[in-house]
């Protein structure tokens, strides 16, 4: 079974700084997906970014970039420029390709931007 | 393009009584995928149905069962609620090309249910 573990429960940064997420997970598979969602108080999730796992170039989104590496199974999300906007709930998400598209998420870290 | 849909936006049963959730997905999509979210935790998946019928089921027992529909709308049926059934139930959808998945799941709002 997949397993995606979110260590940081709450974080918190300044407008206009940096800040890093945690991620890891656990698989046996070598063909996946890995996502980060954004769910703000709305509660809709948006999806912030996506890296395919046979890619190793890490993927960027304008201010949103990840570290992925393999081998330590480990997927972290940088938010550069952080603004007030950016106050969510953040899910690391897990995907097997050959499985559809039935995703397995951490446990979330809760993102305050202070002004 | 009116996105993911999904009615009621809240709903509020009491024990052992039966709800059914709705759901439209985006326009294009034909497969759709329910999720549990329980408070303070991440989305369980429940299960997913492409050309209406279930395509691949979480650990969730059979009180959980569902419907898609030729317009591709799902329903979300739970019997017999339980106190631990109270969570946000997530709709997300996405397409499915000749048993190619497509990676991107977008996701409804949730209906929000509470189990007295």
């Known amino acids: 079974a997949q397993t995606v573990t979110q260590s940081q429960p709450e974080m918190s940064v300044q407008e206009a700084e940096t800040v890093t997420l945690s991620c890891t997970y656990d698989t046996s598979e070598s063909n996946y997906y890995l996502f980060w969602y954004k769910q703000p108080p709305s509660r809709q999730m948006i999806l912030v970014i996506r890296q395919e796992a046979y890619k190793q170039q890490n993927a960027t989104e304008n201010r949103f970039s990840v570290n992925f590496q393999k081998a330590a199974k480990s997927f972290s999300l940088k938010i550069s420029d952080s603004q007030l906007g950016d106050t969510a709930m953040y899910f690391c998400a897990f995907m097997i390709k050959s499985s559809g598209d039935k995703l397995t998420f951490g446990t979330g870290t809760r993102l305050a931007v202070r002004p | 393009d009116a996105g993911v849909t999904q009615s009621p936006t809240h709903l509020i049963k009491t024990r052992g009584q039966q709800v059914t959730l709705r759901c439209s997905p985006k326009s294009g999509h034909d497969t759709v995928s329910w999720y549990q979210q329980a408070l303070g935790q991440g989305p369980q998946f429940i299960f997913q149905?492409?050309?209406?019928?279930?395509?691949q089921r979480g650990n969730f027992p059979d009180r959980f069962s569902g419907h898609q529909f030729p317009n591709y709308s799902s329903e979300l049926n739970v019997n017999a609620l339980l106190l631990g059934d109270s969570a946000l139930y997530l709709c997300?959808?996405?397409?499915?090309?000749?048993?190619?998945?497509?990676?991107?799941?977008?996701f409804g709002p949730g209906t929000r249910l509470t189990v007295l």
């Open positions: 997300a959808s996405s397409f499915t090309l000749s048993g190619w998945y497509d990676d991107e799941q977008f």
């Open positions: 149905y492409y050309e209406e019928e279930e395509r």
